[in-house]
């Protein structure tokens, strides 16, 4: 007889695509969901879980960041989608019962601080006691229909865009957990220490992607946010757009200071946490962009895709522009269940 199928043989993306089924078709093809149009057609959903020992811990961050980056997390998710109005969050918090008050005064603290800088409001939640400390984030934002971001809209020929520097929030993480030595630069130690307790969700991109269309180019956007790594990124939009990845390693968006770190590429690729958007853009506009948007940078390509990488398969390899293989292994960023 055969083993029961475990969630660690499925892993968190092969998880997702058997959820998916017991939605509408495309429903968890993005980073949140999009209403259907005969009841609010604006509205995008996107819920994010954040379970002590897994995202976080005392020994990184105390409760204020935490409700920050909480609330970053699921406003990131907001950016990616497209949407340029923030309407709140709802929170449930589970705890045990000898969770001093501070604590969780401090995360709501933290949210606030989170949502009086990007917009929204509070809406509500619940509480329940547990065995450990946990959080579950439900955002709400608005976007313009004519305007979505989707993974699927890549097409050959588009070129990768990122937002910002990656690997950052992964360096910070090794200081905190005393991975590695205080580095001698302490500018680069303490951004790193921002970008993983403080990240910034991109909700600027979209209002420089609508300054730097080009006149006449029609909106087609694909992208998401990189908060499972650069490379899960990259790897998820050329397979919801059936094509293939090309990454040029020169152009890797890199810190310069975390240049001469022997961890700086994998970080850069698998790190995770950066929640920079990752985007693919007819070149025209992907340059355009650029401009527009201090910090982005181009990073690669989509091409069309073989045959066998167009098989069904979540793993469709990546490339580097020299011909050298990539694949997810190489880049693996954050998966739940492994």
């Known amino acids: 007889m055969a083993e029961p199928l475990r969630l660690a043989d499925l892993g968190e993306w092969g998880l997702i695509k058997r959820l998916g089924a017991y939605a509408p078709p495309g429903q968890f093809d993005d980073d949140g969901a999009l209403i259907s149009p005969d009841r609010d057609r604006n509205l995008v959903v996107t819920t994010d879980l954040l379970v002590e020992g897994i995202h976080f811990s005392d020994a990184t961050m105390g409760p204020e960041d935490l409700g920050w980056r909480a609330a970053a997390a699921n406003l990131s998710d907001l950016a990616a989608m497209g949407c340029n109005q923030v309407v709140g969050l709802t929170v449930g918090l589970a705890a045990p019962a000898e969770t001093p008050w501070a604590w969780v005064e401090g995360v709501y603290t933290g949210l606030g601080q989170a949502l009086a800088r990007y917009g929204g409001e509070l809406l509500g939640g619940d509480c329940s006691g547990g065995q450990q400390r946990l959080l579950a984030i439900t955002a709400l934002g608005r976007l313009n229909p004519a305007r979505p971001i989707r993974r699927r809209d890549g097409r050959p020929g588009d070129l990768l865009v990122s937002s910002g520097a990656h690997g950052l929030s992964r360096l910070g993480l090794a200081l905190l957990q005393g991975e590695l030595e205080p580095l001698a630069s302490a ?32 909106w087609r956007v694909a992208g998401m946010d990189s908060s499972d790594g650069l490379g899960q990124a990259v790897a998820a939009i050329a397979n919801r757009s059936q094509c293939q990845a090309v990454l040029e390693r020169s152009q890797l968006p890199l810190a310069a200071a975390m240049a001469d770190l022997p961890q700086a590429e994998p970080w850069c690729l698998g790190g995770g946490e950066d929640f920079e958007l990752v985007l693919a853009l007819a070149p025209a506009w992907a340059e355009a962009l650029v401009e527009q948007l201090e910090g982005a940078q181009v990073i690669g390509r989509l091409e069309p895709a073989q045959a066998s990488e167009v098989s069904g398969s979540d793993a469709r390899p990546l490339r580097w522009a020299d011909g050298t293989a990539l694949t997810l292994a190489d880049a693996a960023g954050f998966s739940h269940f492994h």
């Open 187 to 218: 500018e680069l130690q303490e951004r790193a220490i921002t970008a993983h307790r403080r990240p910034r969700p991109r909700l600027d991109g979209l209002a420089a992607l609508v300054a730097s269309q080009p006149p006449g180019e029609p």
